[in-house]
């Protein structure tokens, strides 16, 4: 089974960077999109960034496009997030997460494999 663990995540004030890093291990795949989601109390899980296995294709939340940038080392079985810009609604658990398919999709459903959440908190 696959294996994904976050890291990075912190407190950082509002306009504040963070790096978030998600480390795969066991089984992978020669064609997978990975993805990073998050989730704040009392709401629902949504995407935030995702990427294909190429690389050469991306997507990006509303919310985020501009500020975030996601990206992917095949070869380390990496994918990471830098966050700009923060804002106190950027405040969530973040999940990294991949699929067996090169395909990119916005609902958490089509995700199959999930890390264990890192908490990123931005203060005003």
């Known amino acids: 089974q696959v294996r994904l663990v976050e890291s990075g995540g912190g407190l950082v004030q509002a306009g504040g960077s963070l790096r978030l890093s998600c480390a795969a291990s066991?089984?992978?795949?020669?064609?997978?999109?990975m993805g990073w989601f998050r989730q704040a109390p009392g709401k629902e899980r949504e995407i935030v960034a995702a990427i294909r296995w190429s690389g050469g294709s991306t997507y990006y939340a509303d919310s985020v496009k501009g500020r975030f940038t996601i990206s992917r080392d095949n070869a380390k079985n990496t994918v990471s997030l830098q966050m700009n810009s923060l804002k106190p609604e950027d405040t969530a658990v973040y999940y990294c997460?991949?699929?067996?398919?090169?395909?990119?999709?916005?609902?958490?459903?089509?995700?199959?494999?999930w890390g264990q959440g890192t908490q990123v908190t931005v203060s005003s």
């Open positions: 066991g089984r992978t795949f020669s064609n997978y999109a």
């Open positions: 997460t991949a699929r067996d398919s090169s395909t990119i999709h916005t609902i958490a459903t089509n995700w199959r494999y």
